[in-house]
């Protein structure tokens, strides 16, 4: 790796893959290492900055949606079905952000009445979902992952025209995810000499699948480890 070159987007993802891999293990076998979820900080911004090129680039963006919806609801189903849980992965974050991403861009290109009301009905569900619902059943953990501050990161940096202002976005919403969530969230600032290293190419090699399946299958991996270790 070449850093004169710069980093492209399979490198960053495979860097962002191995810090939420110490997060999420951290998290489930190793709580007092806290360290592990200090690093995991860098993930999500990334990942974010990811999916808004994942958004500009993908030649099909319908199956790039059904792809990722499936994986959320996927991962969701299992959740819920070994702990319980209503908290929403990360994946169901991302899906809220593509869908929002979506609705933005076909008000731009169209400019119309119709689009116009379904951005609005698109960003209102999403404010739904992440504020209002939440606080409707305080019983429960439904939760969105990194809150409505999340979901709409990578809305920013899809629409911020050049790389400056999409690092500024990118810090103005980690910011916005230190000062909502918890102290540790400001090591989220560690991502962003990464993501001025990108070079805006997506790599030689076609990782999707390795990308696609990793998230569910990481995650699989703890859960059987902490059970095996109880």
Known sequence: ????????????????????????????????????????????????YMIAEGCKYTKNKKKYLLIMAGMALGCQCAYFFTSGSLYMNVLMTFVLSILC?????????????????????????????CVILPR?????????????FGVLLPVGVYFAPKKSHKLIVTSVFL???????NPRQWFGF?????????????????????????????????YLIDMLIQ
């Open 1 to 48: 790796m070449k850093l004169k070159e710069g980093l492209n987007n399979n490198q960053l993802k495979l860097i962002a893959m191995f810090t939420m891999l110490l997060d999420h293990a951290g998290r489930q076998l190793f709580p007092e290492a806290d360290i592990l979820m200090t690093i995991g900080r860098i993930a999500f911004p990334v990942f974010s």
């Open 101 to 129: 991403i979506y609705a933005g861009d076909n008000f731009r290109k169209k400019k119309n009445f119709t689009s116009a009301l379904l951005m609005a009905l698109q960003f209102s569900a999403v404010i739904f979902l």
């Open 136 to 148: 409707l059943v305080p019983e429960t953990d439904f939760t969105i992952d990194y809150g409505i």
């Open 175 to 181: 910011i916005l995810l230190a000062l909502s969530m």
């Open 190 to 222: 560690l991502s962003l000499p990464l993501l001025i290293l990108y070079n805006g190419k997506r790599g030689k090699k076609n990782l999707k699948l390795l990308f696609y399946i990793f998230y569910p299958t990481h995650l699989a991996v703890i």
